[in-house]
């Protein structure tokens, strides 16, 4: 029976065989990485004679487009059946397989939330001159259905962005340095190793402590050991026994940051609610008054949702500015109703309007 989820391992083999053990809806994030199908014919070479490390490996050759489209499909679809509900999926990939990989998606169901651009910073030149530099991939970010409640920390990432809503283009350099791990040899361990920066931001963003990340071509593990450190639990599957083994070596000397630093902090959203909306439900009923806290006015609601006093009609916020002698206030927290002899917020109703009436609209958590 589908039923346990192996957490914090990374399990040899095709990870399409391997996802098929898994239950239904049971991941709260996805991000694959899977092979590009980059159609490489021949060796490359820079301009002083010198081999390029370029991908080359078996697991990105295929037999033909159709092939790439049916092994695209199967991963994708026991993707889509793992993923939760409100869960999150991130693909990424280049010009030579992302549009690909997007149409099957659409296919299958996915509802796609936005196509972030990963901009490098030190992308690798075009040498033989004969192409503009390819200095950025694609990344690909869906859920299940139109109406899945997904996570999005967007204050989190706002923040991080110099209090800036975070862009869908991603200025981030392509794995470097000590980050970048190497054979015996000096040699680049994997090809496309991702950086740890990338996916610290994906997951930061769509997920939260104790969820599931999971990673159907995890490589070199960058997946499992950004879960790890941000308070997440990981499951990667990975066909390569070599890349497995460096994978678990990695992942096994990250440590994971204390929580109250990983929990993301309540931000005060209000609900997408209008005025309008209370008296089209009957929460505020049409000819009801409303009163300020200390009782002192008072207003009528009429048939449109504005409200009048003895002098002047308007909006809630437009009538209690006037009252307070002020330009702009702000009236859901100024005007009051009585339920039961006691005074209640109109700013409390609509928090119930929410939690009553909202609950299926889309992106209503983000």
């Known amino acids: 029976m589908k039923e346990l989820i192996p957490l914090n391992e990374i399990i040899q083999g095709d990870c399409i065989e391997l996802m098929q053990s898994l239950p239904d809806n049971c991941i709260d994030l996805i991000f694959a990485d899977p092979p590009y199908n980059l159609q490489l014919n021949g060796e490359l070479y820079r301009p002083n004679q010198t081999k390029v490390d370029a991908v080359n490996d078996d697991w990105d050759k295929f037999e033909s487009m159709q092939a790439y489209d ?17 869960g999150s999926f991130w693909v990424i990939g280049t010009y030579h397989n992302i549009f690909r990989i997007g149409y099957i998606m659409q296919n299958i169901g996915y509802w796609i939330l936005n196509d972030i651009i990963w901009l490098k910073t030190n992308p690798m030149p075009n040498f033989k001159g004969t192409r503009f530099n390819n200095a950025h991939e694609t990344l690909i970010w869906a859920t299940k259905t139109k109406h899945s409640r997904y996570t999005f920390n967007y204050h989190s990432l706002k923040i991080m962005n110099d209090d800036l809503q975070m862009r869908s283009d991603w200025l981030i350099p392509i794995c470097q340095g000590s980050e970048r791990l190497r054979d015996a040899n000096g040699n680049k361990a994997h090809s496309t190793q991702k950086p740890a920066e990338l996916l610290y931001r994906i997951i930061l963003a769509t997920s939260n402590p104790n969820d599931v990340v999971f990673d ?23 066909k390569e026994q070599k890349y497995v083994d460096l994978a678990k070596q990695r992942i096994a000397n990250i440590k994971t940051l204390p929580y109250n630093l990983i929990m993301p902090k309540e931000f ?8 309008g909306n209370l008296v089209e439900k009957g929460m505020v009923k049409i000819g009801e008054e409303l ?9 009528t609601v009429q048939a449109d949702a504005s409200i009048a006093t003895e002098k002047e009609f308007g ?29 209640l917020s109109i700013d409390e109703l609509r928090y119930q309007y929410e939690e009553k009436y909202l609950k299926e609209y889309e992106g209503l958590t983000a």
Request: net charge positive; with cysteine.
């Open 291 to 299: 009163y300020s806290k200390d009782m002192i006015h008072k207003a």
């Open 315 to 343: 909006s809630i916020h437009k009538i209690s500015a006037s009252l307070l002698q002020k330009e702009h206030n702000n009236g859901w927290t100024f005007w009051y109703v009585k339920r039961d002899d006691k005074l």
């Open 268 to 275: 005060n959203r209000k609900p997408r609610v209008s005025f």
């Open 216 to 238: 159907p071509f995890m490589g070199t593990g960058t997946t499992g050991a950004v879960a790890k450190r941000l308070g997440r639990n990981y499951l990667g599957f990975e």
């Open 70 to 86: 049916k092994f695209s499909e199967k991963w994708l679809k026991e993707c889509y059946r793992i993923l939760k509900d409100n």
